[in-house]
């Protein structure tokens, strides 16, 4: 099992800045990569970033390519989410969730492919 808990989320202004962390705890030893996901009212959840967890290769969503960058602390257990220049079309809540399956050179962009979840952060931009 592993057990997620994400942080950071709040109330910015468009154009704004916050960082989501989230940190891991239990069986992180066979983390394959980490993803963060997001969903607003009324809307499926939505694939926004990914890491994989030994050697940092990433890959985003069209909708937050080149605004969102996500990194990880693998001593801390941790994955960030640095959101930029946000808009009010990015509110919604954000979740981040592991992936234990070995999948080579690609990683998961369907929250299918991860087994575990957080809680949720509320993230709300204003216009």
């Known amino acids: 099992q592993v057990q997620l808990v994400e942080s950071g989320g709040g109330l910015v202004q468009a154009g704004g800045s916050l960082t989501l962390s989230c940190a891991a705890s239990?069986?992180?030893?066979?983390?394959?990569?980490m993803g963060w996901f997001r969903q607003a009212p009324g809307k499926e959840r939505e694939f926004v970033a990914a890491i994989r967890w030994n050697n940092g290769i990433t890959y985003y969503g069209p909708s937050v390519k080149g605004r969102f960058t996500i990194s990880r602390d693998n001593a801390k257990n941790t994955v960030y989410l640095q959101m930029n220049s946000l808009k009010p079309e990015d509110t919604a809540v954000y979740y981040c969730a592991a992936d234990h399956t070995y999948r080579g050179t690609l990683l998961g962009t369907s929250a299918s492919e991860y087994g575990y979840w957080g809680q949720g952060t509320q993230v709300t931009v204003s216009s």
């Open positions: 239990g069986r992180t030893f066979g983390i394959y990569a």
